[in-house]
């Protein structure tokens, strides 16, 4: 084992607060959040059980784990929060000047449509 991967490894948490591996190091039934989310489930509320340590760019990285039979199933949004979203989103398209839908989102830091802004006419 080589220093740096040693100095990542403490499976009975000595060292660390929680169990740490190296990249590629963590043993079957922990996952990242990412790796979650692959497979269709979510930490569901469980606190980190393990991570991961590395030599990255700017210094050491970490990516923390959670178990997987503790996981549970991705919400899905009801038909109502479906509908709730897109018309945010919709409004977002409106121009509070022109009162006209784009097919781009207003830029915020705007506050209206790029014709508007410019002081060019409507399309």
């Known amino acids: 084992m080589s220093r740096i991967r040693a100095a990542y490894w403490d499976p009975d948490a000595e ?3 929680v169990p740490t591996f190296w990249w590629q190091g963590a043993p079957d039934g922990y996952a990242t959040r990412r790796q979650l ?3 269709g489930l ?3 509320g469980q606190p980190i059980a393990a991570q ?3 030599r990255g760019v700017g210094g050491t990285r970490t990516a923390y784990l959670y178990r997987l039979d503790l996981a549970r199933p991705k919400r899905t949004a009801s038909p109502a929060q479906r509908r709730a979203i897109s018309a945010a989103l919709r409004a977002r398209r409106i121009c509070p000047t022109c009162g006209e839908l784009r097919d781009y989102y207003i830029p915020r830091s705007l506050g209206e449509c ?5 002081g060019r006419p409507g399309r």
């Open 114 to 118: 790029l014709d508007c802004h410019d």
């Open 42 to 44: 979510r930490p569901g």
């Open 52 to 54: 991961i340590l590395w």
């Open 15 to 17: 060292r660390y607060d």
């Open 37 to 39: 989310r692959a497979r």
